[in-house]
């Protein structure tokens, strides 16, 4: 077993004996409780970073049951920790009826909750990306860039919950906005392009406009950068891998530059700006890379990555890693930086606290 496997072992193994402590009332049900860890447990030891097969009936249902066990035991941790300080806050003589009553009746609370919970998240999930509308003041902006609009799409992963229709309703959201810029930054496939080359043929369709641009995020390399790079680049899209393009816009001279993610092996990411623009604008997958865009003179950086946390409590958790950059709009220095919430969700298909965005950004003189 790898680090990670034992790691993973051990946390959950302390989760299960907590929540099995306080809500198992015999043998059985701390059997059936140990269900959904096992399920979780299984997805680092036998898929992740092996070479077994994701493509067969039973294993694409295995994946399925992990990532909601997932969500299931993240809410039912957080209720059973709920349930134990309202039992210490009940603990007066005076409080005893209380107290008796969340003893007996918060078992079923904290069950029924998780499920409430998970239905509640799934239907956040799938009801699809609102359009999320921010415009950036810019000191200084060119006149011809004045309005320019940039819809970002990000962290879509396409795969086991994602599939063509939502893709659809993306790229169809994506055209009433009509944008000048269409950027993908980063985590667009959960899997290779002959799985998944039909499902993402509607942002294929977009890249014909000419004007889509695309830069790998993590799970795009595990997913085979090589083979995506050479399937984007057929469909029209520029592909960024530490480069940049000029695109003129009136007398006006837009930069877009955009690195590749430090999953991508074949290079490290970083940036640099060799000829005068007006504006410059960097894509960048993890908004850890900030501070390159901001060292190397960039005005706008967009990212995702985040997914805002997608549910809680990884919404709180999240921003011990990537604050201030977590989740919309924040500064690397001089350097504005904008943090999508994610267009579509990973592993669990659960939204709480979080909503799928797809991004209209436009520039604006300040």
């Not at 300080?85 to 009746?105: F, N, Q």
């Not at 509308?133 to 320019?148: F, M, Q, S, T």
Request: neutral net charge.
């Amino acid at each position: 077993m790898s680090r990670f496997a034992l790691v993973v072992t051990a946390l959950l193994a302390v989760a299960y004996s907590y929540v099995a402590s306080r809500l198992a009332a015999g043998p059985l049900s701390a059997a059936l409780l140990a269900v959904p860890f096992v399920l979780i447990w299984i997805m680092p030891v036998l898929y992740w970073g092996t070479g077994r097969s994701r493509e067969g009936w039973l294993d694409q249902l295995v994946h399925r049951a992990s990532y909601l066990s997932m969500a299931w035991v993240s809410f039912a941790l957080v209720l059973t920790l709920a349930r134990d300080l309202l039992l210490v806050a009940t603990l007066p003589a005076s409080l005893a009826t209380a107290h008796a009553e969340i003893a007996t009746a918060g078992v079923p609370l904290v069950l029924g909750g998780s499920l409430v919970a998970i239905a509640l998240g799934a239907a956040a999930a799938f009801r699809g990306p609102r359009i999320e509308r921010v415009d950036l003041p810019i000191a200084g902006l060119h006149a011809d860039l004045d309005g320019l609009r940039i819809v970002q799409i990000s962290d879509l992963h396409v795969g086991p919950n994602i599939g063509r229709r939502y893709v659809q309703r993306v790229a169809d959201l994506c055209r009433t906005l009509n944008p000048d810029l269409v950027v993908l930054t980063g985590d667009i496939v959960d899997g290779p392009v002959p799985r998944l080359a039909g499902d993402v043929a509607p942002l294929a369709e977009l890249a014909r406009e000419g004007n889509v641009y695309f830069i790998l995020g993590n799970h795009d390399c595990y997913a085979g950068a090589a083979a995506w790079i050479a399937h984007w680049r057929e469909a029209g899209m520029h592909v960024l891998l530490n480069s940049h393009e000029l695109v003129r816009r009136g007398s006006a001279h837009l930069l877009i530059g955009g690195v590749v993610d430090p999953a991508y092996g074949r290079l490290r990411p970083e940036i640099a700006i060799s000829e005068p623009a007006d504006f410059k604008l960097l894509l960048a997958h993890n908004p850890r890379l900030a501070r390159l865009g901001a060292e190397a003179g960039f005005d706008l950086q967009l990212s995702g990555h985040t997914h805002a946390g997608q549910f809680f409590p990884w919404t709180l958790a999240v921003r011990l890693v990537h604050a201030p950059h977590v989740a919309g709009l924040s500064r690397e220095g001089r350097m504005q930086v904008y943090v999508s919430a994610g267009t579509g969700t990973w592993g669990p298909p659960v939204r709480f606290g979080t909503n799928p965005e797809l991004t209209l950004l436009r520039l604006v003189r300040a």
